[in-house]
């Protein structure tokens, strides 16, 4: 069904694409099950069962949608977000500003703080409404900061007592003269904190991308990424497409040129809410091919770029080029970790993407710990179904676990997978893990390091500079300990505290 | 791509006729060839009854309830003469959030469509009309109802409950909000409530669309599970509902109210008081009969 831009609240992805936080299995049967529920329906082959959710008793720790959607509001130049919402939701904001510097040092940007303000609600503002304070903070932001837009991010608690953002977004909005934008994230809407990607796609998609349909480009392509550096240009140049190159850190004339672009890729189809939305408003046709993660898939997709582009004439030639190019290293990095065995902990299409780089340099993967799961995407087109993919080309991965970034979790899988290094995004948390069982480990904070023909190269050799520091890893073991009781520490079931299967 | 329905939300205290008037409403404007749908905005679900054979439907929150994934089509049931009836419901009485509920349910019937995909002619919002918090006034924010009636008797309580209802859109009116398209005189039928509402509609500016005379007829009707409309559709009182949708239907025009300040209120419905207790005392004079004790 196609996604609804008529309503300033972007619909859950639990009830788009019934997204789940809690299962295991094989990656095969998971694949299955998701087709089986989400795209026929009924009967679609041997083995079809309806995808049902694990429970578990307990989070120990996660996210939400909130945090997504702020911080990916806050790192777009020339804007103010305020954070409707007490205090303690803002508290995510000192990781935004680190991120902004960090990536505005990759991308060659000044450095500076991102502006952010929170309108601190009270006791009162919950009693009494909160929008008086709303208003007189976006007036204030407007003055001391001259942004070009304002982002207004609603919480939890504006939420529940129905304090009216839009109204007063759209009244200040005739008062100030730029755009108030509203972004409904309220933490408790969505079981997954993936969700607020939707909510920032959602926002920028009704307000910040103008139809410009006499301004088509024949050779520019949006592509929609994470955050972090530019590897998309190298790969792209070639075959004559520039890049757009938005989310994780962009600017306004950026997003308003979306509309004019050839076509729109995502990295992570996980993020492909935008690329769905442009395709659906302004004709901008969404690349569907598997993403490029391994050499076969990268072919693939580059092939497919070229069509939707009308530049098969050139593509060809890149792709043999790019192959014969990163060839001898490539062989080179498959000689030296043959039969290694890796553990992959990512967020769903990136996990599969990850998996995919793997098994390209000759790594075993039977052990993956998925983030989330979205069992279709906002087109419904098979061919963005990036576990039956990785499957099919590559494989089953016999223990696959989604759990929402829970430790205890996780620490039961690593002790079932004994693998030789942990790849993982969520660096703060999962990486932390790892070291402290005593695993190399390699943290990917900017996610397209693993991307394309240069992607295996990059993550092969980060691999092999993570993998002689086994001595490093045991003795930060042997001076860690778990908040567990024996009994877990030895489980290797990630669902063993888990009682019944719940809808 | 369909056409807009018209939106209009129905607000009055509790217990004040709301319902009744709402589903006779709607009843009318389908007898009339209109595509309707009927949304009850109270945690009762009780909205949509007597459109229903005096059946209770599930309620959006119920669906809700039972799992996290919800088709809202499948909480939308025909009524009378093919009328959409639709509960949002809510939370048992002391727990949880009702306005949350609201806010909430609304927005899964928006998400999904459903008020395009059914090419409706109207949407009729049944509100419980204290608008005690943000989630009861979803109806009548931007983007929702265009148009609000509010019903109410000569009672000083729900004239209450339509002030503080005056005093929400006039808030809203500022950011897009709905207007007041006027008050529906509910259980009016003495001279005296009739003069106590004109005041009212008077003071704030408000036009009163129709009095609707308390009738044994609605009573009976309601008793068997149906609107007047269906149940005696040839008495007096379903000509007047049938004069009322007529209205609504042709309605097009709303104004800002302009609502009484607390104190304004106060004073207003003191005097009125002095009035109601020197009537009694003529009535209990003219009579001159001595009080049966016990």
């Known amino acids: 069904m196609a996604i609804n831009l008529r309503t300033p609240q972007a619909e859950t992805r639990d009830q788009r694409l019934g997204t789940i936080t809690q299962w295991q299995g094989s990656a095969r049967q998971l694949a299955q099950d998701s087709t089986f529920t989400y795209a026929c329906g009924r009967d679609c082959g041997p083995g079809g069962r309806r995808l049902c959710e694990l429970s578990s008793p307990y989070s120990q720790a996660s996210m939400c949608a909130e945090q997504i959607a702020v911080t990916n509001a806050t790192i777009i130049k020339d804007t103010v977000v305020i954070q409707h919402s007490p205090i303690g939701c803002a508290s995510s904001q000192s990781f935004t500003s680190r991120y902004s510097r960090d990536l505005a040092a990759r991308r060659g940007w000044k450095p500076e703080d991102p502006k952010s303000i929170c309108t601190n609600l009270s006791e009162q503002d919950m009693v009494f409404g909160g929008v008086d304070r709303l208003a007189q903070t976006i007036r204030e932001a407007y003055a001391r900061h001259h942004p070009r837009v304002i982002f207004v991010a609603t919480s939890c608690a504006t939420g529940i007592i129905g304090d009216d953002v839009d109204g007063t977004a759209r009244q200040l909005e005739e008062e100030i003269g730029i755009p108030v934008v509203a972004l409904h994230c309220e933490g408790f809407k969505s079981r997954h904190w993936s969700s607020g990607w939707d909510v920032i796609e959602h926002g920028i998609l009704r307000r910040l991308v103008p139809n410009r349909p006499t301004e088509k480009r024949g050779d520019l392509i949006n592509v929609i990424h994470l955050g972090g550096p530019d590897v998309f240009s190298p790969l792209l140049n070639p075959i004559g497409l520039k890049v757009n190159l938005v989310m994780g850190g962009n600017s306004l004339e950026r997003l308003a040129d979306l509309s004019t672009a050839a076509a729109t890729v995502t990295m992570c189809f996980v993020l492909s809410y935008l690329a769905t939305g442009l395709e659906q408003e302004y004709g901008v046709p969404e690349i569907r091919a598997p993403l490029p993660y391994g050499l076969d898939a990268t072919d693939a997709w580059l092939r497919d770029i070229a069509r939707l582009t009308q530049r098969e004439h050139l593509v060809e030639a890149v792709i043999a080029a790019e192959r014969e190019r990163i060839a001898p290293e490539l062989k080179r990095l498959r000689g030296l970790l043959a039969g290694k065995r890796g553990f992959v902990a990512a967020g769903a299409a990136f996990a599969h993407g990850l998996i995919a780089d793997l098994r390209e340099l000759g790594i075993t993967v039977d052990d993956a710990f998925s983030f989330h799961h979205d069992p279709t995407t906002d087109s419904g087109d098979a061919e963005q179904d990036s576990l039956g993919h990785l499957v099919q080309s590559t494989g089953d991965v016999p223990n696959f676990t989604v759990s929402p970034d829970q430790h205890f979790q996780a620490h039961a899988a690593i002790l079932r997978a004994k693998p030789d290094f942990v790849i993982c995004r969520h660096s703060g948390s999962m990486a932390i893990l790892a070291g402290r069982m005593g695993i190399p480990v390699l943290p990917i904070f900017y996610s397209n390091d693993g991307l394309g023909y240069e992607g295996l190269i990059t993550i092969g050799r980060a691999i092999l500079r993570v993998l002689p520091r086994r001595r490093f890893y045991a003795q930060i073991a042997e001076h860690s300990r778990f908040p567990y009781q024996d009994w877990w520490l030895n489980e290797t079931d990630p669902y063993a505290l888990s009682a019944e299967a719940a809808e | ?294």
């Open chain 2, 1 to 294: 791509m369909s056409r807009k329905p018209k939106q209009i939300a129905i607000y009055g205290k509790g217990g004040i006729g709301k319902s009744t008037t709402t589903s006779n409403i709607s009843a009318a404007l389908a007898e009339a060839g209109y595509k309707v749908m009927q949304f009850g905005c109270d945690p009762k679900a009780d909205s949509t009854n007597t459109l229903r054979g005096g059946e209770y439907i599930p309620s959006v929150l119920d669906l809700l309830a039972e799992k996290r994934r919800v088709d809202a089509r499948e909480a939308v049931f025909k009524g009378f003469a093919g009328i959409y009836c639709v509960e949002a419901g809510g939370p048992a009485p002391g727990v949880g959030c009702a306005g949350r509920g609201i806010i909430t349910a609304v927005e899964l019937l928006k998400q999904q469509r459903v008020f395009e995909d059914l090419d409706l002619d109207f949407v009729i919002y049944d509100v419980l009309g204290d608008v005690v918090c943000g989630g009861f006034a979803v109806p009548v924010r931007e983007g929702i109802a265009e148009h609000v009636f509010t019903v109410s008797s000569a009672d000083f309580m729900a004239i209450y409950a339509a002030n503080n209802l005056f005093r929400g859109i006039e808030k809203f009116s500022n950011s897009g909000g709905a207007l007041l398209g006027g008050i529906i005189a509910n259980s009016i039928n003495t001279d005296f409530q009739r003069e106590i509402i004109e005041d009212f509609a008077d003071k704030t500016s408000t036009p009163i669309v129709q009095f609707v005379p308390r009738s044994l007829t609605v009573t009976q009707a309601e008793l068997s599970g149906k609107t007047t409309i269906e149940a005696a559709p040839h008495s007096e009182q379903a000509d007047v509902y049938r004069a009322l949708a007529r209205h609504i239907a042709g309605h097009e025009i709303s104004k800002v109210p302009t609502p009484l300040s607390p104190a304004e209120l106060r004073e207003w419905s003191a005097r009125w008081a002095e009035h109601v207790v020197q009537m009694e005392r003529t009535e209990r004079g003219e009579r001159a009969r001595p009080r049966v004790v016990a």
